[in-house]
C-alpha cells in the first residue's frame, strides 16, 4: 500500500514591484542585451547629442552592461559565454567590469554643428566617461555646408535659417540637412569603426526617440531616429525625465541630473542673443500635453470631438472652450500631417500603450484629411454654443477622470509659442 502523501503549501512569495523608472532600466536593458546576442552583432553605436533622450539611451546601455557582469558574478554561464562572444574576450579573459565591457561594445558619438552648443558636447563627454563608453566627437559641417554648396551651384540660391531672415521652407530644409547627416554618419562608423579596431563583425545603430515626439511627428524622416532597434520608442518624454533622475543615483551617472535639468532643444537652428531653439515652442505643445493627447487618441479612442469635450472639462477653469479647440485642432492637423512617418518608424521596445508605431501595431490608415471638416465644424460649433449658454452646454462623452491615470500629470502645460507648419520635418 502506498503511503498517504501529506501536502503542504509552499510560503507565500513576496511579489516585488518595480517602479516605473526601474522598469526603463530593466526592460529595455535586457531587450538590448537579447538582441545584441542574437543578431551576430559585437556592439551598439549611439549618436549621443547630450540630450534627455540619447543620454536616456546610454544610461539604458550602462545599465545592460552592469546586468551582465552581474548576472556572471552570480554564475550563469550562458550570459558569460555570450559576453566573452560578443565582447570578442581571448585567452579565458571575461567581463567583470561594466565600464571595461562598455568600451568594447558601445560606441557613443557626438556629432555636433555650429549650432551645438559646448553645454551639450561636454554633458555627451562627461556621460560617455561615466558609463566607459568608446567616445568620438565629429564635426559635421563641412559635410552639411558640401551639401549646401552643392544646392548652391545647381540653383544658384543659398538657403538661410528664419533668424537670418529666410523662410520656413530654408529653415526647415538647413535643419533636416543636419539631422540626415548624422544618420548617414552613424551607420558608416557603426559599419568601419570595428574595422578600424580590428574587430569582426559589425555595430548596430540605436534610435532614440521617445513616444510624443513620434505620435507628434516631430521628426525628420531618416535623421537619427531612424536607426536599427530603439530602446525608448515607447517610452514618454516625461517618464524619461524621472528616469534620468533615478538613474543618475541608482546607476552611478551623475551627468543625468544636469542632462535632465537643461531644457529640451534640437539645436538645429543658430543660437542667437534673442533666440535659442526649444522644442516645446517649436511643437507648439508641450510634452505634458502630447502624452494626454496620446493617450485620449490611441487608448479611448477618442476622435476630436471626444476629445475636446474630455479636455473642456480635464482643464475647466484653466482654459476656455475656445482655447480647447486651438489645442485640439492643432494636435490633430500636426498628427495627422505627420503620420507618414509613423510607418517608417525605428522598430522599438514597447512599454507605453499609445505607442505611434502604426505600421505594426494600428492598422488604421496613415493618411487623413488634415483639414477635419466634419470634426472641426462640430467643436466650432460647441464652443459657439458654450459661448451662447454661459458655459453650461458642452458635455463630455470621453473617458472619466479615474481612468486615466493620475500620476502622469494633469496634461496642463504652459502653452508654448512659435508654432510652426504642421509639416515640419517632413
Not at 65 to 80: F, M, P, R, T, Y
Not at 215 to 241: E, H
Not at 320 to 348: C, G, I, Q
Not at 357 to 383: A, C, G, H, M, S
Request: aromatic content about 10%; hydrophobic content about 35%; some cysteine.
Amino acid at each position: 500500500m502506498k503511503e498517504n502523501l501529506r501536502i503542504f503549501p509552499s510560503l507565500p512569495i513576496k511579489v516585488r514591484y518595480h517602479a516605473p523608472e526601474e522598469e526603463i532600466a530593466l526592460g529595455p536593458g535586457c531587450w538590448l542585451w537579447d538582441y545584441l546576442r542574437r543578431s551576430g552583432a559585437s556592439g551598439y553605436l549611439l549618436p549621443l547629442s547630450g540630450g534627455a533622450d540619447s543620454s536616456s539611451v546610454a544610461a539604458i546601455v550602462g545599465c545592460m552592461c552592469q546586468l551582465v557582469i552581474n548576472a556572471i558574478a552570480e554564475g550563469d554561464e550562458q550570459v558569460k559565454s555570450d559576453a566573452i562572444r560578443i565582447g570578442q574576450y581571448t585567452n579565458g579573459g571575461f567581463p567583470t567590469d561594466s565600464k571595461e565591457f562598455a568600451k568594447r561594445i558601445l560606441y557613443t558619438v557626438f556629432m555636433g554643428s555650429e549650432n551645438s552648443s559646448e553645454n551639450t558636447r561636454e554633458r555627451a563627454k562627461q556621460l560617455s566617461k561615466e558609463i566607459g563608453s568608446w567616445h568620438l566627437d565629429v564635426k559635421i559641417d563641412t559635410v552639411v555646408s558640401s551639401l549646401i554648396s552643392l544646392f548652391c551651384s545647381l540653383t544658384g540660391k543659398t538657403p538661410q535659417y528664419k533668424v537670418d531672415g529666410g523662410t520656413n521652407a530654408e529653415n526647415l530644409a538647413l535643419q533636416n540637412i543636419q539631422a540626415r547627416v548624422r544618420m548617414v554618419i552613424a551607420f558608416l562608423l557603426a559599419s568601419l569603426m570595428p574595422w578600424v579596431q580590428t574587430k569582426a563583425s559589425f555595430f548596430l545603430v540605436l534610435g532614440s526617440s521617445n513616444v510624443d515626439e513620434g505620435l507628434r511627428g516631430y521628426l525628420t524622416k531618416y535623421d537619427c531616429s531612424s536607426a536599427d532597434i530603439n530602446p525608448i520608442g515607447s517610452v514618454s518624454k516625461q517618464d524619461l525625465r524621472r528616469f534620468l533622475r533615478w538613474a543618475a543615483v541608482n546607476l552611478g551617472y551623475p551627468t543625468l541630473v544636469e542632462i535632465e535639468a537643461a531644457p529640451p532643444t534640437a539645436e538645429l537652428e543658430p543660437i542667437r542673443s534673442n533666440y535659442s531653439q526649444l522644442n516645446e515652442a517649436d511643437m507648439g505643445m508641450t510634452y505634458e500635453e502630447l502624452s494626454m493627447y496620446g493617450r485620449l487618441r490611441k487608448i479611448f479612442h477618442c476622435g476630436p470631438v471626444s476629445m475636446f469635450q474630455h479636455l473642456c472639462h480635464r482643464w475647466c477653469g484653466r482654459l476656455t472652450p475656445a482655447e480647447v479647440s486651438v489645442k485640439v485642432k492643432d494636435f490633430f492637423r500636426y498628427y495627422s500631417a505627420n503620420r507618414h512617418k509613423m510607418t517608417t518608424l525605428t522598430p522599438s521596445y514597447h512599454a507605453e500603450s499609445y505607442s505611434p508605431e502604426d505600421n505594426r501595431f494600428d492598422l488604421r490608415q496613415f493618411l487623413y484629411n488634415t483639414r477635419w471638416p466634419w470634426q472641426f465644424r462640430k467643436i466650432d460649433e460647441l464652443v459657439h454654443q458654450d459661448q451662447v449658454s454661459n458655459g453650461t452646454s458642452i458635455t463630455c462623452n470621453g473617458p472619466t477622470e479615474t481612468e486615466i491615470a493620475s500620476d502622469h500629470g494633469s496634461g496642463m502645460g504652459v502653452p508654448a509659442a512659435n508654432s510652426a507648419n504642421p509639416y515640419s520635418g517632413i
